[in-house]
């Protein structure tokens, strides 16, 4: 009787597991990592060592960008004996992700190179596959010059083909600083960027076309005669604010910002305006019913009115959500900011 009943009980934890394993499994795929952040933490405070837990907890945070936080919870269920063979690869490819994202790049791409020849799981084969192209860092890029300082290495297909090498690493040093010193921020890792000269095959290779960032992994991909060439800015910018909205006034305007805040961005502003038409929050909403790129100096003046005007703090807020919603809720005086802007850039 006493077996037959611990036989019932064992089948009862069994369904009950498994029933909440579904459950989680149906948060992951629809994307409520922070609810199912919460459960898993419950749950685990029965079972720690459940590797299943473990690494849906660990993958989740992971997707919610919370890399550091998810180290231990992949380490666990990889190591984990009692683990299945497709939970170990799984939590293997999201740890190298984390591993690459806290600058351990070597241990990384092992790590990837392992679940990519591995048979125990197609989903953490095909991850590994992805992100070893999205990392950059295989026998294609070996013939690229490299040329690294104190915060960023500069990956060249071509750099004889640049105007001025130094001058464009200088001028991306320079931005670093200021954008890191402003947002009070340390990025676990160096930016890479990496300029092509053959944009043709940077399409072929990274099958998106120039340029654009990877928050992420700290990764930047530009043409080497590229106009307005301020994708780390913007990284870095998403990197410290993870903004909700984006407007093409804002974003592309605190590009420039950092870019030119050692010239006077008012002035680069009017000499773009039509002195007979302009409206700043027509421009926020219809950038293309003005001039092409018109968004760039005038954001930039913008946003260095409001920071000279509200102060940091504010402007932060503001550009977490950069629409005209959110400015009226940061700047209780919004519509008079506009207004007194305006009036100044037309002056």
């Keep these: 009787m006493n077996k037959t009943l611990l036989a019932l009980v064992f089948v009862l934890l069994q369904f009950s597991s498994m029933s909440q394993n579904k459950e989680l499994k149906k948060m992951y795929s629809k994307g409520k990592y922070d609810q199912l952040i919460e459960k898993a933490q419950i749950l685990l405070t ?16 992971v997707n919610s960008k919370q ?18 063979g497709e939970i170990k690869a799984l939590s293997k490819a999201y740890l190298a992700k984390c591993y690459f994202i806290m600058g351990e790049e070597q241990k990384a791409v092992r790590f990837l190179k392992e679940c990519q020849n591995g048979r125990d799981s197609k989903e953490a084969s095909r991850y590994a596959h992805r992100y070893l192209n999205l990392f950059q860092t295989g026998v294609y890029y070996k013939a690229w010059e490299l040329l690294e300082t104190d915060n960023i290495r500069f990956h060249f297909q071509d750099n004889q083909k640049m105007q001025d090498v130094d001058a464009y690493m200088n001028r991306m040093n320079v931005n670093y600083k200021r954008i890191v010193s402003f947002f009070d921020m340390n990025p676990s890792k160096k930016v890479d960027i990496f300029i092509w000269t053959d944009r043709n095959e940077a399409f072929r290779k990274l099958n998106k076309p120039l340029g654009f960032f990877n928050s992420d992994l700290c990764t930047v991909n530009v043409w080497d005669q590229q106009e307005e060439d301020y994708e780390m800015s913007h990284m870095l910018s998403q990197m410290a604010l993870n903004t909700k909205f984006k407007s093409m006034l804002i974003n592309k305007g605190l590009g420039v910002y950092f870019d030119s805040m050692d010239k006077n961005l008012f002035t680069i502003a009017r000499k773009r305006i039509s002195k007979e038409k302009f409206s700043l929050l027509e421009l ?3 950038p293309t019913r003005y001039e092409r790129n018109l968004s760039y100096p005038v954001g930039a003046a913008f946003i260095e009115f409001l920071l000279n005007k509200r102060g940091k703090a504010k402007l932060k807020d503001f550009l977490k959500n950069q629409t005209i919603k959110n400015g009226k809720k940061v700047y209780a005086d919004f519509d008079q900011l506009v207004k007194t802007f305006e009036s100044m850039l037309l002056r």
């Design 67 to 84: 890399f550091k936080a998810a180290i231990p919870y992949l380490e666990k269920a990889m190591n984990s004996e009692a683990a299945l």
């Design 46 to 61: 029965d079972n720690e060592s459940d590797p299943y837990l473990n690494s849906i907890l660990g993958r989740a945070y």
């Design 284 to 286: 926020w909403e219809e």
